[in-house]
């Protein structure tokens, strides 16, 4: 349809531009001519891997600009827009007429790149959800909608996802981000995708697990993708469980469905 239809812009979440990198039938459409039409992309739903935003940015010659929000806040909080600076990774500052806080478990604002979960006040977030009073005095707190999404911020402000309250792990103790963990598991010359999970364990609490999808042709064992993990990651953080896949389980709109992977 790019390819017919000559689409200059295109919106969609990560697992869509994943999919256009790995889609095995894409040398019989002209990319080159799919690549020169392309003006802008956008990302959004969910967070995007800094390594399948490389490769589409390399292949495409198209910049992918990612945003952050939700139906809560109808729909945008924050944006990187194209003439201010972008940085991989990041989500980009708060749109027009927004504040955003990154706050600890009392509600108070962390410093510079520590991680809390993000808070959002401004004219786009909701009143509170339709005949619901107890599930809105949950997620408001002092005029603030907390998102149960984790964050930070860096030094000039620009705002990064670390990962889903609910999708830590907490592993003996230490508190572990499988976005984190993903994205280093990417940078692997034979990862193409990668869900991380806790599982259940009888003496840590929960222990990592990682789901992967190779590249095509590529071969890895777990023993191998594990000892690679162990010496690129934290002791705490690195998976001790492998399970390789064909594909992940996701919605009907692209967001891998980790609940049915624990």
């Known amino acids: 349809l790019m390819d017919q239809e000559n689409v200059t812009f295109f919106a969609g979440v990560p697992t869509m531009y994943w999919a256009m990198l790995n889609y095995p039938g894409a040398n019989n459409y002209d990319l080159e001519k799919i ?15 800094v390594e399948v935003m490389r490769a589409f940015e390399e292949k495409f010659k198209v910049k992918i600009l990612e945003g952050y ?8 909080a924050t944006f990187n827009r194209l003439d201010r600076l972008n940085k991989p990774g990041s989500i980009g500052l708060p749109v ?16 510079t790149n520590e991680v809390g979960e993000i808070v959002i006040r401004g004219h786009n977030v909701m009143k509170g959800y339709y005949r619901r009073p107890e599930a809105t005095a949950q ?12 964050g930070r911020r860096d030094e000039e402000g620009y705002i990064y996802i670390v990962d889903r309250v609910k999708d830590m792990i907490i592993r003996g103790g230490f508190n572990v981000y499988p976005r984190e963990i993903e994205e280093v598991l990417m940078t692997h010359p034979a990862v193409s995708l990668a869900a991380v999970v806790g ?11 990682a ?26 953080k690195y ?6 896949r064909t594909a992940l389980p996701m919605t009907a709109t692209g967001k891998i469905l980790k609940q049915e992977l624990r």
């Open 69 to 76: 929000g939700l139906s809560e806040t109808s729909p945008v």
């Open 139 to 150: 997620v408001f707190r002092n005029g603030w909608f907390h998102t149960g999404d984790v």
């Open 96 to 111: 027009w007429g927004v504040s955003v806080r990154i706050v600890d478990g009392n509600d108070n604002d962390v410093g």
């Open 199 to 209: 599982v259940p364990h009888p003496r840590h609490g929960e222990e990592v697990k």
């Open 35 to 49: 690549a020169r039409n392309l003006r802008i992309c956008i990302s959004g739903g969910s967070a995007m891997p």
């Open 239 to 244: 998976p001790r469980h492998i399970e390789f």
């Open 211 to 236: 789901y992967i999808i190779l590249k095509e042709g590529a071969e890895l064992t777990e023993v191998d993708l594990v000892n690679w993990s162990k010496e690129n990651m934290a002791d705490y």
